[in-house]
């Protein structure tokens, strides 16, 4: 099992950006694709972004393409989510996820989760 600790959420206007990190203990953080889910408010879970074990493979959710971008840095055990040109529809309850796998696919089961950040988006 890996422990989650996410950080960097905040309140922001639309247009701008935050940066969040998630920091990993415990088993190989390598060993494992990454994760960044999101919830909003009232609304299910649902997938962001995901890369796999060394970081050269990134998937996105269309509606985060081109504005976000996940990189990881496997020497601090740490998964960074980089978002930009933030909407007041990105307001939600941000959570990194760890995989039980070193590639990512649609079907990839994730294991370990964080606490959540909470990111809100003012108009």
């Known amino acids: 099992q890996v422990q989650l600790v996410e950080s960097g959420g905040g309140l922001v206007q639309a247009g701008g950006s935050l940066r969040l990190s998630c920091a990993a203990s415990?088993?190989?953080?390598?060993?494992?694709?990454m994760g960044w889910f999101r919830q909003p408010p009232g609304k299910e879970r649902e997938f962001v972004a995901a890369v796999n074990w060394s970081g050269s493979s990134a998937y996105y959710a269309d509606s985060v393409k081109g504005r976000f971008t996940i990189s990881r840095d496997n020497a601090k055990n740490t998964v960074y989510l980089q978002m930009n040109s933030l909407k007041p529809e990105d307001t939600a309850v941000y959570y990194c996820?760890?995989?039980?796998?070193?590639?990512?696919?649609?079907?990839?089961?994730?294991?370990?989760w964080g606490q959540g950040t909470q990111v809100t988006v003012s108009s």
């Open positions: 996820a760890a995989a039980k796998d070193r590639y990512y696919n649609p079907y990839t089961t994730f294991h370990s």
């Open positions: 415990g088993r190989t953080f390598s060993n494992y694709a």
